[in-house]
T-cell receptor, first 113, second 116 residues
Framework: KAGVTQTPRYLIKTRGQQVTLSCSPI?????VSWYQQTPGQGLQFLFE???????NKGNFPGRFSGRQFSNSRSEMNVSTLELGDSALYLC????????????FGQGTRLTVV | AQKITQTQPGMFVQEKEAVTLDCTYD???????LFWYKQPSSGEMIFLIY??????QNATEGRYSLNFQKARKSANLVISASQLGDSAMYFC?????????????FGEGTQLTVNP
């Protein structure tokens, strides 16, 4: 069974640009969550999508948005990039119900210059 | 207030010895789950072990065990017989309630170094 796949693995963008990151969950998983990891703030929850609906949202500005498609693949978008958006963005998938653990992808490392 | 606290920024252990990584948590929800993840330098978060708030017994998974003390709100990870490959960052995380979906709250992590 394939794991969680995130693309691209590395990305360099310029301030003011926008970026889209992609996450393909484990087959059959309906929940996809996104996290931002930085040395200063640690791991912070961005949002969760379940069956194409945002089920939960963290405390991030509106520049951060996401969506989920009918095949459970998810994208997150960051508009008007700032230097502070440089981080490792991790995606996690779960079946969506029950107490199962979350399975994480390898992350996308975004550098904003 | 911090919901998950890991007080050990770094820990060192000799190969083949046991090590305990500390984690305390704070929640008013009676239903919650506690998780430990390992993050090697590659970045991927690897699930290690889970403990539910209603579980009567401490969770064990191979060389990993979770010392769950509910009254003290602690969920320490014990790694037995440490291996060089155990060197990584370790995160304690919590999922609260039955309606919080998949949201995990993480601690700041503990960097474990296993010495030969």
């Amino acid at each position: 069974k394939a794991g969680v796949t995130q693309t691209p693995r590395y990305l360099i963008k310029t301030r003011g640009q926008q970026v889209t990151l992609s996450c393909s969950p484990i087959s059959g998983h309906r929940s996809v969550s996104w996290y931002q990891q930085t040395p200063g703030q640690g791991l912070q929850f961005l949002f969760e999508y379940f069956s194409e609906t945002q089920r939960n949202k963290g405390n991030f500005p509106g520049r951060f948005s996401g969506r989920q498609f009918s095949n459970s693949r998810s994208e997150m978008n960051v508009s008007t990039l700032e230097l502070g958006d440089s981080a490792l963005y991790l995606c996690a998938s779960r079946p969506g119900t029950g107490v199962s653990e979350a399975f994480f992808g390898q992350g996308t490392r975004l550098t904003v210059v | 207030a911090q919901k998950i606290t890991q007080t050990q920024p770094g820990m060192f252990v000799q190969e083949k010895e046991a090590v305990t990584l500390d984690c305390t948590y704070d929640t008013s929800d009676p239903s919650y789950g506690l998780f430990w993840y390992k993050q090697p330098s590659s970045g991927e978060m690897i699930f290690l072990i889970y403990q539910g708030s209603y579980d009567q017994q401490n969770a064990t998974e191979g060389r990993y065990s979770l010392n769950f003390q509910k009254a003290r709100k602690s969920a320490n990870l014990v790694i037995s017989a440490s291996q060089l490959g155990d060197s990584a960052m370790y995160f304690c995380a919590m999922r609260e309630g039955l309606t919080s979906g998949s949201r995990l709250t993480f601690g700041e992590g503990t960097q474990l170094t296993v010495n030969p």
